[in-house]
């Protein structure tokens, strides 16, 4: 074997991925075992192919276990402390990140003390505080903060965004929030002389940027330079993202190899030898390493970078492939969770398509007569799309259709803009003025780079949302797309034909595989405070009823707390991961905010064929229109109508009933409100839409957000309300959920949608009659998401929390 060290990295990520699916030593082992009998027995000959086999047995276990062990560290490194309020003591290790007006730090303890009872206790801790007059807190400063330990979420929804993981990949186990008051300064502990320099320079060199040029241009070129892009505004972050563009405010192999280049350039001129040149550079990078915060993509450079001039320091051949074997093998043994980091995949994607891809693209294009440099220039640009484009669309949805022009377009003016920019930060330490009238250059560069994004991100299908790929779907991507060009390369069209059919073929039967169910699947959504439920019947036909609404609590991909309306930040995600682009019907029950807030979104990003909205036209007139408790009106209902007019979707008002027949074996029949109800108090609550949906034996009550008033009468009405399932109305409230109308309903399992909420929910007189009828219950705050599937006669529910099938 050439390169086996590509074979031992390749075997150290399958372990990590066996740990993450299986997270069992046993089965660890057992296939371990399956693999040495398959080592003696096939190259019991070779002993030079047995010991390579061998030590990628060997990294295939050290991967698993290392897996496995980092992860139980993680979890049960503050449990003990989950949802206590303890004193912390330990140093600021980063410095202060600033979000939506409030501050996070990462702080390294030393000891936890709880009760009175002091603990050492090894590990890091993500600190928010809301700042006290703009004060900082500095890194190296070794506090003692009050507040209450958390254990961060894993994903709440199959294929939402899991917070645990994220933070672990930063070996971060846990968060604490606090007042900035409750902050104890205690001076300053042994803190890393290396990453202090590194953030000092840092930061000189942002303050440099930051004078010397206008703030839009100075942030993209913080970002390309050092890889801070904290103060970019987010509508341009978007603007570059649908562009294609992201990758440029990342610090990446390209940025390095300017950096190179440039300094090669000086100390060539300046006589220095290069195996001194290469020492040199060496200590260069693994300090920019140091200045840059160590993200994945900066240390992967950093790493091939530091083996390259390792290579010319010790005249030795430099291997390309075995470089970024070896820095991805470093990387993964130091944290194996950082093979979960998108930044990690999309780095790693894009180098090794364009190392395979590069030369039979070029080829490609070089053979229909495009000129040699630009061919050049649109195979690394179109090699680096083909290897991100499913990573991309697996976690983002998007694909941008312009990216590979906008690309083209900047590409020429990205190495002058990192030199010109290195020597603006250099010469800036000595005087802003200088650094300021170098930035004219660089201003027009910069703002040529924002002029191609933008109008780039405004072209009619810039940007496609699509659903997330399954996972057997990018595994055919990987094995079929790269075989096809280089096939095309060879000219070899038979084979062409040959690998395309089967790869047609392949996706035919993985597409059945996928969607050959005939169960109905019952989706409760967990949308924090609010209600969202997902029906995906048998024959194909999709319905939502209610949205969620508002949350602060909404994380987007970078781990950021964002407040957001749960459509856009968790239901449109949620139905794009169920590889739903359309909707057959969306029900808004009522006009509460935490019910159809979110629904303004899919109505207006999602392809939706009927709005069905409550007929309140004999219950609601002026003295109902405001709801008694909250002051809410019809204009949220209001406004849902008016968006559904404006995109030509079918309006349909429903009322005590009415039957939606979803297919031949699927019904909702509308049960509430009636005609004449009316209520002075709760109105909106109490003129909800209740809705039995029916599929063969199996039978659904939502309740929307009623109380006491109609669920009497519904009871007083006489209709049959009997049901297998039970969505219990308005979160769990006393208002709701009498003990006559549970056991008028006698479900087998109830689902409470709720979340964080200053108002009781669930209450505990509700928790006691269902678990009193010895009724299943199940929670989205505590379970995550809730899934049924049934096949009309049995049903199987499943929690989030515990991993979906």
């Known amino acids: 074997m050439k390169r086996p060290l590509i074979i031992i990295t390749l075997s150290q990520i399958a372990g990590i991925v066996t740990g993450y699916l299986f997270r069992s030593v046993v089965i660890v082992f057992i296939i371990s075992l399956a693999f040495l009998f398959f080592c003696l027995i096939a190259f019991n000959k070779s002993k030079y192919a047995f010991a390579v086999l061998f030590y990628t047995l060997v990294f295939f276990i050290a991967g698993a276990l290392g897996y496995l062990y980092t992860d139980t560290v993680n979890t049960t490194k503050y449990r003990e402390f989950s949802g206590n309020t303890v004193q912390i003591k330990g140093i600021v290790v980063s410095e202060p990140g600033i979000s939506n007006g409030s501050v996070k730090y990462v702080i390294k303890t030393s000891e936890i003390i709880f009760n009175g009872i002091e603990k050492t206790v090894k590990g890091k801790i993500l600190l928010t505080v809301v700042p006290d007059s703009g004060s900082y807190i500095d890194y190296g400063r070794e506090i003692i903060v009050r507040g209450k330990i958390k254990l961060p979420n894993e994903a709440r929804n199959q294929g939402g965004f899991n917070y645990a993981m994220y933070l672990a990949q930063s070996g971060i186990s846990a968060t604490v929030y606090a007042s900035f008051d409750s902050v104890e300064f205690l001076g300053y502990g042994n803190s890393n002389i290396l990453v202090k320099a590194g953030r000092a320079v840092r930061n000189k060199i942002v303050e440099v940027i930051d004078k010397s040029l206008p703030f839009q241009q100075a942030q993209l070129l913080n970002g390309m330079l050092i890889g801070y892009a904290e103060k970019l505004d987010e509508n341009v972050e978007e603007v570059f993202k649908d562009a294609g563009l992201t990758h440029i405010m990342a610090v990446s192999g390209a940025n390095i190899g300017f950096i190179i280049l440039l300094f090669t350039f000086i100390f060539k001129k300046i006589g220095l030898g290069k195996r001194l040149s290469s020492a040199v550079m060496i200590c260069i990078l693994i300090f920019f390493a140091f200045i840059t915060g160590f993200s994945p993509s900066v240390v992967r450079a950093v790493i091939m970078g530091i083996i390259c001039m390792a290579a010319g320091l010790f005249r030795r051949e430099y291997d390309l492939p075995n470089s970024l074997a070896l820095?991805?093998?470093?990387?993964?043994?130091?944290?194996?969770?950082?093979?979960?980091?998108?930044?990690?995949?999309?780095?790693?994607?894009?180098?090794?398509?364009?190392?395979?891809?590069?030369?039979?693209?070029?080829?490609?294009?070089?053979?229909?007569?495009?000129?040699e440099k630009l061919a050049e220039m649109i195979a690394v640009t179109l090699s680096a799309q083909i290897g991100v484009l499913p990573i991309s669309v697996f976690y983002f949805n998007r694909i941008s259709i312009i990216s590979v022009v906008s690309n083209l377009l900047v590409a020429p003016v990205l190495e002058p803009i990192t030199i010109i920019g290195v020597i603006m930060a250099f010469m800036g330490q000595f005087s802003v003025a200088i650094s300021t009238i170098i930035g004219y250059v660089n201003c027009t560069l910069l703002s040529f780079v924002l002029y191609v994004s933008k109008i780039s991100s405004q072209l009619p299908f810039a940007v496609l949302t699509v659903p997330t790929p399954p996972i057997a779907m990018i595994l055919l991507y990987y094995m079929f797309v790269p075989v096809i060009l280089i096939y095309i390369a060879s000219r070899d069209w038979k084979k062409i034909l040959r690998i395309l059919l089967v790869l047609c073929i392949a996706a035919f039967l993985t597409q059945i595989f996928y969607f050959s169910s005939r169960n109905l699947k019952v989706y409760f959504i967990d949308v924090g405070q609010g209600d969202s439920v997902f029906i995906s019947t048998y024959s194909g036909k999709n319905i939502l009823i209610d949205g969620g609404g508002y949350s602060s609590f909404a994380y987007t991909q970078k781990g950021e707390e964002k407040i957001r309306d749960m459509g856009e930040s968790t239901v449109i995600p949620y139905l794009l991961d169920k590889r739903v682009t359309s909707l057959d019907i969306v029900i808004a029950t009522h006009g509460h905010?935490?019910?159809?807030?979110?629904?303004?979104?899919?109505?207006?990003?999602?392809?939706?064929?009927?709005?069905?909205?409550?007929?309140?036209?004999?219950?609601?007139?002026?003295?109902?229109?405001?709801?008694?408790?909250?002051?809410?009106?019809?204009?949220?209902?209001d406004n849902l109508i008016r968006i559904a007019a404006e995109r030509n979707i079918n309006v349909l008002k429903c009322r005590e009933g009415d039957m939606l027949k979803i297919d031949k074996?699927?019904?909702?029949?509308?049960?509430?409100?009636?005609?004449?109800?009316?209520?002075?108090?709760?109105?909106?609550?109490?003129?909800?839409?209740?809705?039995?949906?029916?599929?063969?034996?199996?039978?659904?009550?939502f309740t929307g957000d009623i109380e006491k008033e109609a669920e009497d009468d519904i009871l007083n009405s006489g209709m049959d309300i009997k049901a297998n399932v039970l969505k219990v109305a308005h979160h769990g409230s006393d208002s709701s959920t009498q003990e006559d109308f549970l056991k008028a309903v006698m479900p087998d399992a109830a689902v409470i949608s709720v979340g964080r909420n200053n108002f009781g929910h669930p209450s505990g007189k509700v928790l006691e009659r269902i678990s009193g009828l010895g009724v299943r219950l199940f929670r989205t705050d505590e379970d995550g998401g809730i899934s049924i599937i049934t096949d009309g006669s049995k049903m199987k529910i499943y929690r989030t929390v515990d991993g979906l099938p």
Do not use: C
């Open 327 to 371: 820095s991805a093998l470093l990387m993964l043994l130091f944290n194996p969770f950082i093979l979960f980091n998108i930044g990690f995949q999309l780095s790693y994607a894009a180098t090794i398509s364009i190392l395979v891809l590069f030369k039979y693209i070029k080829s490609i294009l070089y053979s229909i007569f495009v000129p």
């Open 665 to 701: 074996k699927t019904k909702i029949h509308v049960l509430h409100p009636g005609i004449n109800h009316k209520y002075n108090k709760s109105a909106l609550n109490n003129l909800s839409l209740v809705l039995k949906l029916e599929y063969k034996n199996i039978r659904m009550l």
């Open 593 to 637: 905010e935490d019910h159809i807030a979110g629904l303004v979104s899919v109505l207006k990003n999602v392809n939706v064929r009927t709005l069905v909205v409550p007929d309140l036209e004999n219950n609601i007139n002026d003295s109902y229109a405001i709801d008694a408790d909250t002051g809410e009106g019809m204009a949220a209902l």
